[in-house]
């Protein structure tokens, strides 16, 4: 396994819709593995494959929260929302490629999702609670959109800044 990249907003790669995943193989089977790796080291719980630089419908996530709990890894590849909750819930986001930045979104309490598994298998769950909100926010990646983008213009613009003045500090360090 390898840790991965994780792309700094703003990056056109993150702005980018991601193609569908069609060769179920141990190259992405690897992609999967090293994203996961890199999720849990960030730390975060989910992650999509446009944020390491590759542009394929394949996000992974694990949203358990308890500290002696197990881990349960998914991996998710060309999901689709097939249903939302009516009831809306309110999370106060983040995002692995806009660090140290939080704010309030509102999303579907509730969705059922479907998906292709490593084995090429079809997969379908209901997803609530943090689940429900970390699944939204990582398809949104793969249709390149952010969290932010559900804020206000201004609040935006004030953290895409801070963004921009990041990535220059990085680049000189
Ligand atoms: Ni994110």
Redesign the pocket.
């Known amino acids: 396994m390898a840790l991965k990249t994780i792309l700094i907003h703003p990056d056109p790669r993150l702005k980018a819709t991601a193609d569908p995943v069609s060769d179920f193989d141990k190259e992405l089977a690897k992609l999967a593995d090293d994203m996961l790796e890199t999720m849990y080291a960030a730390p975060?719980i989910?992650?999509?494959a446009p944020?390491v630089g590759v542009g394929k419908r394949l996000l992974v996530m694990d949203c358990v929260k308890e500290e002696n709990a197990s881990p349960e890894p998914m991996v998710l590849i060309n999901p689709e929302v097939t249903w939302s909750s009516e009831e809306l819930n309110t999370y106060e986001?983040?995002?692995?490629?806009?660090p140290d930045q939080y704010a309030d979104v509102e999303r579907p309490a509730e969705v059922e999702v479907s998906w292709t598994d490593l084995t090429g298998t079809l997969q379908k769950e209901r997803f609530d609670g943090l689940w429900a909100t970390c699944v939204q926010?990582?398809i949104?990646?793969l249709n390149g959109k952010?969290?932010i983008d559900y804020l206000k213009p201004l609040k935006r613009q004030m953290i895409t800044r801070k963004m921009v003045k990041l990535k220059r500090e990085k680049a000189r360090a």
């Open positions: 975060g989910g992650l999509a944020q986001e983040g995002c692995l490629s806009i926010h990582e949104d990646h952010l969290f």
